[in-house]
Each structure stands twice: as structure tokens, then as C-alpha cells.
């Protein structure tokens, strides 16, 4: 049987200030209360800014909290980045890495895998992001494309490592256009990922997630596939309501 608890990341991207995200907390913090406790496990990544803010809001439930990225190199010159004690000390406990909004913006794989390397080699949970383009789809490259970024990314990561790894499979297509990958190709594309990240951690327990315009509407049935164990949920996130409807889905 699994070992796998779901997880239900919500990534706020480029939203919300350090007020927001106490209402936000305080809302979220109430409707957890309500009702039966979801099974998932729930992470917030809120924006650097409103990271101690969120962890102060989240402090007695079960939430945690990540960064939406973090900086490969322990300390040093390098304007505008974080470090992942930075992180820690905010209260957070991991980081997405390798969003494809990052690798958009010039992150190589090789970046990538650096930044699981510290954040895991510091203590911090990682939020592995890969997935395809539309037009490497339609190319039939899904597979090769998926197979080089779980690779490059987890080389030097070891097995004992692999319970603060989640990877999230998130397919480029799918984010923030509306279009939900079927339960099928999400199902397929995440059998995948976790089969190659097989070859460097233990596959049963690596967190495999589906990111891609998840909602309540849709997640119930993608987190029922057999290879899905949760979901990064980007603009449903930014809501409490539909953040606790995924998570009670999951
Ligand atoms: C994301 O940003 O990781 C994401 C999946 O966004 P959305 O849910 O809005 O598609």
C-alpha cells in the first residue's frame, strides 16, 4: 500500500500583500475548523514579502508554508535573491523550485538542480516543478522533455532525501489557461515522472503532483488517479473557500 499523504500546495504567484495574507490565514484558519479535517496535507507559497506573516497565521493548524523559490548559493552577493535559511527563519519550511514561470525567465535545469540541492541539503521540503510545452506535446516529446528535467534535477538528491521531495508535474499548457489536463494524459504524465524518478529515490515515496488549472470542480477526479498525490493549485489558491474544497477533494 502508498505511504503517501496527498498534498495540496497553493501557489499565490505574484499576489497578495502581507495584509491580505493575514486575512487570508484567518479565513483559511476558520474553515478548517468546519467540518471534517481534510486528509491532504496543506502547503501555502505565499510571496517572500508575506512569508513570516503567513507562518505567524498558520502557526497553531496544521499548514505549512514555502517559499516560491530559493536561492542555490547559501549566502553572498546576490541582489534580490533568498536564501533558504532566510526561508527557515521566516517560518516556512520549503520552497518551490523550477516553476515553469522561473524556467521561462531563463532557469536552466542545471539552476534547478542546484536549488534542490540546497533547499533539501538545508532541511527544507522541495516543490519540484516539471512539464511540458504544448508544442513539445503535440511533437511527441512529453516523455524525453519530462524524463531530462526529473534527471538533471534530482541527480545528486539521495534516497533518504526523497520525504522532503515532491515533485509537481505541470504542464505548461495547462497553467493558468483554464485547459485541465484529462485525468488520463495527468495520470500518464505523472506515472511517468515518478517511474523516472524511480532511478534515484525510493518511487512509493516521492510525492507526485498535478499542477494545471486545478479547481474544485475538476480535482476531485485527478486526485483520484492512482499516480496523482495531490496538486499545485495556482489561481484557486488565492481563495480560502476553493483551497479547502480542493483539499477535502484530495
Ligand atoms: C501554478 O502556478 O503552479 C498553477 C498550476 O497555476 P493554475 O492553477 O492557475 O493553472
Redesign the pocket.
Known amino acids: 500500500m502508498s505511504r503517501r499523504i496527498p498534498l495540496v500546495a497553493g ?1 499565490w ?1 505574484m499576489h497578495m500583500t502581507s495584509h491580505e495574507a493575514r486575512e487570508f490565514a484567518s479565513e483559511f484558519c476558520s474553515l478548517l475548523v468546519q467540518g471534517d479535517a481534510p486528509a491532504a496535507e496543506i502547503a501555502v507559497c505565499p510571496p517572500f514579502t508575506a512569508l513570516e506573516t503567513v507562518a505567524q497565521g498558520f502557526a497553531t493548524s496544521p499548514v505549512w508554508i514555502a517559499a516560491q523559490d530559493v536561492h542555490e548559493q547559501a549566502s553572498g552577493a546576490h541582489t534580490g535573491e533568498i536564501s533558504a535559511a532566510m526561508i527557515a527563519a521566516a517560518g516556512a519550511e520549503g520552497a518551490i523550485i523550477g ?1 515553469s ?1 522561473r524556467r521561462e525567465a531563463g532557469e536552466t535545469d542545471a539552476r534547478v538542480a542546484a536549488k534542490v540541492q540546497r533547499a533539501l541539503g538545508s532541511g527544507l521540503r522541495a516543490i519540484l ?1 516539471v512539464g511540458e510545452s504544448l508544442k513539445q506535446r503535440e511533437a511527441g516529446e512529453t516523455e524525453s522533455w519530462l524524463a531530462t528535467q526529473v534527471r538533471v534535477a534530482l541527480a545528486d538528491v539521495t534516497a533518504d532525501q526523497a520525504e522532503g521531495l515532491s515533485i ?1 508535474y ?1 504542464p505548461i499548457w ?4 483554464g485547459k485541465t489536463a484529462t485525468p488520463e494524459i495527468a495520470q500518464e504524465a505523472c506515472a511517468h515522472v515518478r517511474s523516472i524518478a524511480g532511478e534515484f529515490v525510493d518511487a512509493n515515496a516521492v510525492r507526485v503532483l498535478y ?4 479547481k474544485p470542480e475538476n480535482a476531485a477526479e485527478l486526485l483520484a488517479q492512482p499516480d496523482i498525490d495531490g496538486a ?6 488565492l481563495d480560502p473557500v476553493s483551497l479547502m474544497a480542493i483539499a477535502r477533494a484530495a
Open positions: 501557489n504567484k516553476h514561470e516543478c509537481a505541470e495547462a497553467i493558468g489557461t499542477g494545471g488549472s486545478v499545485l493549485v495556482g489561481g484557486a489558491s
